[in-house]
């Protein structure tokens, strides 16, 4: 369970720069929902998720996972309750480290204790095992150098980090955003296996209109800091892309990107 409660942040208030990036935004996501996130430029998307994971600081607002108040919990604590995927391919992964290592590291998020790599038989089985499902033989390459992956291998191995520890919350921002086509609709598919296999909760950011439908149970819109427009189960379902950019148009000053306007 997520919820945000009212949540505002403006950056460089009071000056010329001042920014609203997110304005009361209120939004609850209930076990096992799958919200995909769509928006105009600006609109306080990546916000928003910097916000639940605490790497920006909200000015007013509350911020809950599981029926716990996460506002005011340090990053590292914060960090047991969410997986991230980033846009970028090498974000997610520590290229100077081999697969399992990054694994092992994955599997430390949010502890207080020192690292632990301890890379057992019994590990290397799970590891193996995990990476199996991404079906791109990286289960046969456990000792190899995460720097020597392709972009598409890194965001899969980055996808398995962020979700196999069944956090509370799965972030996805744009995760699928810079990869060639054939390799994002191979991510997009991972990411909907690993989701529904293991009921995740899951907020996914996406430029891409056809994946925001296509994706997960409900969708919202956001604009200038807050939702609005909204679609649940059957709505969502109905949805085409058209819709969207008719929803899109009739919002003054809204500006799409290239993506965006091709679907
Ligand atoms: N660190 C920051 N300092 C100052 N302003 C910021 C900062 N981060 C975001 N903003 C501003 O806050 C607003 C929301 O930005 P945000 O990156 O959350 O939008 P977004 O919906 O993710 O946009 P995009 O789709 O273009 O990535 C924008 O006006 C942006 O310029």
Do not use: C
Not at 44 to 70: F, H, P, Q, Y
Not at 92 to 121: M, V
């Amino acid at each position: 369970m997520l919820e945000l409660k009212d949540v505002s942040k403006t950056f460089f208030p009071g000056t010329v720069n001042e920014r609203k990036a997110l304005v009361d935004l209120s939004l609850r996501l209930e076990q096992g929902d799958f919200v995909t996130v769509i928006g105009s430029n600006g609109a306080g998307k990546s916000t928003m998720l910097n916000a639940i994971t605490g790497r920006m600081k909200i000015d007013s607002g509350e911020i809950w996972i599981d029926n716990t108040d996460v506002k005011r919990m340090p990053d590292y604590k914060r960090a047991r309750y969410y997986g991230r995927v980033f846009q970028d391919p090498m974000a997610g992964t520590a290229p100077d480290l081999t697969i399992e290592q990054n694994l092992a590291l994955a599997l430390q998020r949010g502890k207080s204790r020192g690292l632990n790599l301890g890379l057992n038989a019994k590990r290397r089985a799970f590891f193996k095992e995990q990476l199996e499902q991404l079906g791109l033989g990286l289960e046969n390459r456990l000792p190899a150098r995460v720097g020597l992956l392709s972009g598409g291998q890194r965001q899969a191995l980055s996808l398995l980090m962020a979700a196999f520890t069944k956090p509370s919350i799965l972030l996805l921002d744009e995760h699928t955003a810079a990869l060639d086509p054939q390799r994002a609709a191979h991510v997009t598919q991972l990411t909907e296996r690993i989701v529904s296999e293991s009921g995740l909760t899951t907020l996914m950011v996406t430029h891409n209109m056809e994946q925001a439908i296509a994706l997960g149970n409900r969708l919202i819109m956001m604009h200038e800091g807050q939702i609005i427009h909204q679609l649940e189960a059957e709505e969502k379902q109905k949805a085409t892309v058209k819709d969207l950019l008719g929803r899109f148009a009739d919002i003054k000053g809204a500006v799409l990107s290239d993506k965006q306007m091709l679907g």
